[in-house]
């Protein structure tokens, strides 16, 4: 099952406030960007951040779960929990970096 239009529109409903937002469907899923930087993999409906130190404690006694085939294990963000999605957006953007342009062959 893909992601539904419904579920991207209401995830980035919920982190409104967080800075700018955005998501580009990538290989049938989607991503999300805040002010241009990957902070949400979405697949299935199912929205899924990178373990990282600085979200640890707030994402303690989450779900985890691999997005696709051969990615790393991802805390599974609650995102009808809006005030901890915020919290946990704001804190990935902080130490995420823009990713760099890719050249044209």
Known sequence: MATT???IEYLCEQIKGVG???YKKMFGEFMVYVNDKPVIIVCNNVSFVKKLDCISHMM???EEGYPYKGAKEHYIL???NNELSK????EIEKVT??????KKK
């Open 87 to 90: 919290s946990v957006v704001i």
């Open 78 to 80: 609650d995102i009808d």
């Open 20 to 22: 700018e937002i955005r």
């Open 60 to 62: 303690e006694g989450a």
């Open 97 to 102: 970096p823009v990713p760099k342009p890719k």
């Open 5 to 7: 239009n419904e579920y």
